[in-house]
């Protein structure tokens, strides 16, 4: 399955089928799994699938998002050494680990929050210094569920933001047209319909000659400072956010043989707000003539 099917077919599962993951599909996700040790901004992150149990469901309901989340035969689990860029790391590493997922046949949900005092620490054998900031429900959806889930996919992509307001072409005055995006016209597509928190579509990207700069427009009272993030001590969701974004620019642009290569160097664009962060960098490349 190309990486823009898998992206495509993804959606949030929230009810499962009362089953287990079949041996061979397990294995083949574990080795997908074991494979993602690095995040592209050099975050060390390792992942693991495990069986639900019955200790996970406190540490859901602490979040409020456990009755969202019906049956799942598991969970894909992982831990970020703390970091400048651990959070967006993170969010591209659990991303491509989802997508494999999806070509497996499962189904899945983000679970954003705080992890790391939880049976999920337990799981992963938490070490010093690292974080969970996220998890993943992951099982056979539930056949009687299947389409109410769909149509909710439906009804946030068309609730979108459209490229007008996401993509930018040598700085924020100037839109960047679809006709102008020329070979990269898909994987910004791509970044387009990409899940995020609440549906926020936190990235922004400036086209700057071969180079792609990621930003995060940080929508008011959400995430970072947030009052209800501090006091329910979640992780900043709009830097897992770009994170997820940053991997279906990246395997989309690698499925189409567009190579690139991840760096962090502000280009000191002036930028709309205070609210919009310089985030990395994706460079082309070069090719041989």
């Known amino acids: 399955m190309k990486i823009q099917i898998a992206i495509q077919q993804r959606y949030s599962t929230r009810s499962y089928q009362n089953t287990a993951i079949a041996s061979g599909v397990q ?3 574990q080795d997908h799994l074991a494979s993602l040790k690095t995040g592209p901004l050099g975050s060390r992150i390792r992942l693991g699938l495990f069986a639900a149990s019955e200790h996970d469901r406190s540490s859901l309901r602490g979040l409020g998002t456990y009755g969202f989340i019906r049956n799942p035969a598991g969970f894909i689990v992982g831990s970020v050494q703390a970091s400048e860029h651990a959070l967006e790391d993170y969010g591209y590493i659990m991303e491509q680990a989802i997508l494999e997922a999806t070509r497996l046949g499962l189904g899945t949900c983000w679970l954003g929050g705080s992890f790391t005092q939880s049976s999920f620490a337990e799981k992963i054998e938490k070490r010093d210094g690292e974080i ?3 998890v993943t429900a992951v099982g056979y959806p539930a056949p009687a569920t299947r389409e109410r889930d769909l149509f909710r996919r439906a009804a946030r992509s068309d609730t979108r933001l459209p ?5 930018f072409d040598s700085g924020f005055e100037t839109v960047l047209t679809t006709e102008n995006a020329g070979e990269y016209q898909l994987a910004l597509e791509m970044v387009r319909v990409a899940p995020s928190a609440s549906n926020r579509q936190p990235w922004r990207i400036v086209r700057k000659g071969q180079a792609w700069h990621f930003y995060c427009q ?3 009272g959400y995430g970072k400072g947030s009052l209800v993030f501090n006091l329910l001590g979640l992780a900043d969701l709009q830097r897992l956010d770009v994170g997820i974004a940053m991997c279906h620019f990246d395997l989309t642009n690698r499925e189409l043989g567009l190579n690139g ?3 962090v160097t502000d280009p ?5 707000d205070e609210k919009s962060v310089y985030i990395a ?8 003539v």
């Open 268 to 272: 000191g664009l002036p930028v709309p």
């Open 27 to 29: 294995a083949e996700l």
């Open 281 to 288: 960098t994706w460079d082309m490349d070069s090719r041989a």
């Open 261 to 263: 290569h991840w760096r």
């Open 218 to 220: 940080r929508t008011p």
């Open 132 to 134: 969970l900031p996220a």
């Open 163 to 167: 490229w007008q307001k996401l993509f």
